[in-house]
């Protein structure tokens, strides 16, 4: 009787052990497990150089969502970035996404500039409106130096 | 034999339709190096080296390249937002005056710096579902090329550019953060007398110019 008693008491203290270390495992990761709170919208650059998976969407500064995948469309060789974007946050679809530079030599980030065409963009939609990243030693190089 | 017929004219009017769908495909770059080949071709002509013709010679330009641009929708894209702010009158009054600046900018640019510069089309991008598309192309100079893309969109009056990408900026972008900014501080109607400030300075200059 006492035996199966202090036998209970470990399996509940693993048995919060082990949610304890799942819960932290979904946090510190930054897993999503329920609460779909965010759609998905798809962007096409010509690059994006130093861009990241998980790198941040902003948009006034705020961020509004996250990198969620980058890939190479293979039929016009350009980058092709899945976005995910918090559920609230409704864009026009004439809004514009620039791969742009924290700082100077920073990390890169997308930056959202807001539209105002009417037509809303549902999940999956494709912003067509882009700018790729700048690449500032190109630029300098080609303006300093000169082409051939 | 109704059902026949019915079927064949459909078949007939399907292969009408292939040809001219494959046509349509080509059409943006059509629309932009047809006007800027011209343009380019004032440019180069050597009947307006003389400093007295330069403004004949920008109004000409003016006239072809204005057909090949849609500045409603330039106007209303830079605007995002606040373009529904604006009565009708006053979208037309901007677009208008809008326009021109955009114009004086470029035309200032392309008339005072060409050096025999010519335009490479590399690729043109048709979007496969909505009625847009990309052209990109190159200016070819002697010191290293520009990249500068068009996007277009399709309107009554065929294929027209809303947006201009030079060196993957796009002047949309760099004109609708700044008017975002005016227009938190100041009302629609002072922005139009803003720009038209812009234009009568840029029309003094040119006057003193010529």
């Not at chain 1, 969407?57 to 016009?76: N, Q, S, T, Y």
């Not at chain 2, 007295?52 to 010679?57: D, L």
């Not at chain 2, 010519?118 to 290293?144: D, M, Q």
Request: one cysteine or more; hydrophobic letters at 40%; glycine letters at 6%.
């Amino acid at each position: 009787m006492r035996k199966s008693s202090v036998e209970l008491s470990v399996g509940v203290f693993v048995l919060i052990g082990i949610l304890c270390v799942g819960y932290l495992t979904i946090k510190l990761g930054k897993m999503e497990l329920l609460g779909e709170n965010h759609y998905n919208l798809v962007a096409r650059f010509d690059s994006v150089t130093g861009l990241r998976v998980g790198a941040s969407v902003e948009m006034a500064g705020v961020p509004v969502g996250k990198v969620a995948a980058i890939e190479l469309d293979p039929e016009r060789l350009a980058a092709r970035v899945r976005l995910k974007i918090e559920r609230q946050v409704q864009l026009h679809d004439d809004v514009i996404a620039s791969v742009k530079t924290a700082g100077l030599i920073g990390d890169k980030y997308i930056k959202l500039t807001p539209g105002g065409s009417g037509t809303m963009l549902e999940p999956d939609d494709e912003i067509t409106e882009t700018e790729s990243a700048v690449d500032l030693e190109e630029l300098i190089s080609k303006y300093v130096f000169g082409g051939v | 034999m109704k059902v026949c017929i019915a079927v064949i004219t459909g078949v007939l009017a399907l292969l009408l339709l292939a040809p001219t769908d494959a046509l349509r495909a080509a059409e943006p770059q059509a629309a932009l190096q047809g006007p800027m080949e011209e343009a380019l071709s004032i440019l180069r002509d050597p009947q307006y080296k003389d400093a007295a013709r330069k403004t004949e010679q920008r109004r000409l330009i003016w006239e072809v390249v204005y057909k090949v641009f849609d500045f409603e929708e330039v106007s209303r894209r830079a605007l995002a937002r606040d373009w529904e702010k604006l009565s009708p009158e006053q979208q037309e009054e901007f677009s208008q005056v809008f326009s021109d600046v955009l114009g004086n900018v470029y035309l200032d640019r392309i008339q005072g710096a060409y050096q025999d510069e010519t335009i490479a089309y590399l690729a043109e991008v048709v979007h496969e579902s909505k009625p847009l598309a990309v052209v990109k192309t190159h200016i070819v100079r002697k010191s290293g090329n520009i990249p500068v893309d068009y996007s277009l969109h399709k309107t009554a009056d065929g294929w027209r550019v809303y947006d201009v990408k030079v060196e993957g900026v796009s002047l949309i972008k760099n004109y609708r953060t700044q008017f975002q900014e005016i227009l938190s501080k100041d009302s629609p109607a002072q922005l139009i007398v803003r720009l038209r400030e812009k234009l009568a300075e840029q029309r003094k200059t040119l006057d003193s110019q010529s």
